[in-house]
């Protein structure tokens, strides 16, 4: 397909595809406690997906079985909401959503603190949300993908954090995974130059241990192989000559 540059009339319906989303985390935020199951938060996004007459871009995706992906604590990414996983006090929980509105597609995702975690815990978040913030004040036309990489990167790794390197973010638009894939990596100056029009969702995925991952036996849930804590926030993001313009921030 090659990378698909939008005008401004498709920002606009993919902010909007990115405000459900938005809304619907917001919702599982202000709920998501100690003593609830990651599928009692799937169901309650279910049913405020249909309340906003939008649609799952994670049901069905390759056969994924829910609306969200729930991860808690050493799992990175793409756990699955379970009726026998009930958050704990001191948890990570991060949880990942998209959907689709009127053939545009929405994707975001949080790390969120059950109750009162350990410094340690808190720490890893702040810093991973800090690098989404870093990566998307490098989204800036002339700049090179190696800057959104880089951004992460440099910022992380000197308070001796890992950068999950096996999944990465991608361009979105009708498809939720569209060209080019956005790495959590890389170097300053280097790969493909940024263009007005381009929408990309980037997704840190940081460790407080090793970056090593592995994908347990139902081929979606992907936990550090260190059994260290993982964080992972992500915006969709598009690139403007006024700079970037965060689509799915409320």
């Known amino acids: 397909m090659g990378i698909q540059l939008k005008n401004a009339s498709q920002i606009a319906k993919l902010r909007e595809a990115n405000l459900v989303v938005a809304d619907v985390l917001d919702i599982l935020e202000g709920v998501a406690k100690p003593g609830l199951t990651t599928w009692e938060l799937n169901e309650i996004a279910a049913h405020r997906l249909k309340q906003l007459k939008a649609e799952s871009a994670f049901l069905g995706y390759h056969d994924y079985p829910a609306v969200l992906c729930t991860s808690v604590n050493q799992v990175v990414v793409h756990g699955i909401p379970r009726k026998d996983v009930v958050l704990k006090d001191g948890d990570l929980l991060s949880i990942d959503f998209g959907a689709f509105k009127d053939g545009w597609c929405g994707d975001s995702a949080r790390t969120l603190p059950m109750g009162k975690v350990s410094p340690a815990a808190q720490a890893l978040v702040d810093a991973t949300r800090e690098s989404l913030e870093r990566a998307i004040a ?60 381009l929408v990309v969702a980037i997704e840190p995925m940081i460790n407080a241990g090793g970056a090593e991952v592995f994908v347990e036996e139902d081929g979606w849930t992907a936990v550090t192989k260190d059994g260290s804590l993982s964080a992972h926030f992500e915006h969709s993001v598009a690139i403007t000559r006024n700079g970037p313009l965060v689509l799915s921030r409320p």
Not at 142 to 148: K, Q, V
Not at 164 to 192: A, D
């Open 138 to 197: 490098a989204c800036v036309v002339g700049n090179r993908l190696g800057d959104i990489g880089s951004a992460v990167q440099s910022h992380v790794e000197p308070l001796g954090y890992s950068v999950v390197q096996q999944f990465v973010g991608h361009g979105i638009g009708r498809r939720m995974h569209e060209e080019p894939n956005v790495p959590n990596f890389g170097v300053k100056g280097r790969g493909l130059r940024l263009s007005e029009g």
